[in-house]
């Protein structure tokens, strides 16, 4: 099956690009007018939105390219590297909000118009909570890791204005100026662990990580469907790249049928996963059925068919 169209995915982008512009105006001026360095650690991070917004259109673009001369599947996984970038400038951010923090809580300052600052702080989070939001629904509606990590990466920075803005109310209501910090240092913590699971899922989608198992699991019903006396089905195995998805396996059909007979079924398996399934990819691999060597390629890696095994030495 034939690729979704992906071009139109980069609205998204534009769409943090501005949410992204829009927080650093408003919390880098809530930062000025309070002195409060969980604020400044809040406008760092948004800092860190815009460049990943940018990184995440351009992976995008990528992503979208048709296949040609010298990537024959694609371009699907640049997808994967935009995702990586943004963790690791998620892993920037945490640095210097963190090295913020431990100097601040070594010479606490007192935190000035609090009222001011926390406001621009709340309608600046307001906005990228609504972007994540929308982000994410449409990562997970068009299997976008871009979309997804970008708008996880907005959550972070709604809860991260959260945690930052309770630490502010504290130091007002107690007095504590050294709680400011340590928010910010609870801030950061959060952020680097956000980052970790980011660079993760972007290494095991460039490892070629097998399919959900859900996934594999209704893509292997599917194919128990047309196994019958004549057809077994083995060697199933899944790959995801990006929105794309891949699956190849070997249809065994007896040895006296006729090329065409045997594409014709294999034709037929091909066209009903296309049916069911999105943006996937089949490979099939004809075998006699009745010759040994054909069950010589099992392995633990693959992803089983829940139906009665043949027995390779009975012929069909």
Aim: no cysteine; net charge negative; proline share 4%.
């Amino acid at each position: 099956m034939s690729p979704t169209p992906r071009t139109h995915l980069e609205r998204y982008a534009w769409l943090s690009i501005a949410a992204a512009l829009a927080t650093i105006t408003m919390k880098t001026g809530a930062w000025w007018v309070t002195g409060s360095v969980g604020l400044l650690a809040d406008a760092a991070e948004s800092i860190v939105n815009l460049v990943a917004a940018v990184a995440a259109l351009v992976a995008l673009r990528v992503a979208a390219r048709a296949a040609d001369d010298n990537h024959h599947f694609g371009h699907s996984k640049a997808e994967y590297f935009s995702a990586a970038i943004e963790g690791a400038m998620i892993f920037v951010a945490a640095s210097f909000i963190i090295w913020q923090s431990i100097g601040r809580l070594l010479d606490p300052q007192p935190v000035e118009r609090a009222g001011v600052g926390l406001a621009i702080s709340v309608v600046a989070s307001v906005v990228n909570g609504a972007v994540a939001w929308v982000l994410l629904r449409a990562g997970r509606r068009h299997r976008s890791i871009t979309l997804r990590a970008d708008g996880q990466h907005l959550l972070t920075d709604v809860w991260t204005s959260v945690g930052v803005v309770v630490g502010v109310l504290l130091v007002v209501l107690t007095g504590l100026d050294w709680l400011d910090p340590v928010v910010a240092l609870l801030v950061g913590a959060n952020i680097i662990w956000t980052g970790w699971r980011l660079v993760s899922e972007s290494g095991r989608g460039l490892m070629d990580e097998a399919l959900d198992p859900q996934v594999n699991a209704r893509i292997a019903d599917a194919l128990a469907r047309h196994r019958t006396d004549e057809v077994d089905i083995h060697g199933l195995r899944t790959r995801g790249a990006g929105h794309l998805s891949f699956a190849d396996m070997h249809v065994l059909v007896p040895g006296a049928w006729s090329v065409r007979r045997a594409h014709d079924t294999v034709e037929e398996i091909e066209h009903a996963l296309a049916e069911e399934f999105d943006d996937l990819t089949v490979t099939i691999h004809i075998e006699p059925r009745e010759d040994p060597r054909a069950y010589d390629d099992f392995g633990d890696y693959e992803v089983p068919i829940q139906t009665l095994p043949h027995d390779p030495e009975e012929p069909a």
